[in-house]
Nanobody, 116 residues
Framework: QVQLVESGGDWVQPGGSLRLTCTFS????????ISWYRQAPGKERELVAS????????NYADSVKGRFTISRDNAKNTVFFEMNSLKPEDTAKYYC?????????WGQGTQVTVSS
């Protein structure tokens, strides 16, 4: 059974930092592209960042480039999302995602709130 579990979300003041973690089980994680999405209240879910299976290639939404960093540790079945210089507009529920074996898999999400 494929499981994705996110953690690390919290309330933080503008300019602060958070590190999200997504831990995977139930499939050969190291072969797949992993992505972070976010969804703010009243808005559609949006792709924020993706990382290739080896970790060599990374893509970011323009809104987070230079502030957020995605990385992975295949030995630990974990993907990390380092978020710096957080802004109120980064407030959302963050989800990790993988497309594996013809299926989309999502975690339950972790809430990030940026406010003063």
């Amino acid at each position: 059974q494929v499981q994705l579990v996110e953690s690390g979300g919290d309330w933080v003041q503008p300019g602060g930092s958070l590190r999200l973690t997504c831990t995977f089980s139930g499939f050969p994680f190291s072969n797949d592209i992993i992505s972070w999405y976010r969804q703010a209240p009243g808005k559609e879910r949006e792709l924020v960042a993706s990382i290739s299976s080896s970790g060599t290639f990374k893509n970011y939404a323009d809104s987070v480039k230079g502030r957020f960093t995605i990385s992975r540790d295949n030995a630990k079945n974990t993907v990390f999302f380092e978020m710096n210089s957080l802004k109120p507009e980064d407030t959302a529920k963050y989800y990790c995602h993988v497309f594996a074996g013809g299926h989309d898999y999502w975690g339950q999400g972790t809430q990030v709130t940026v406010s003063s």
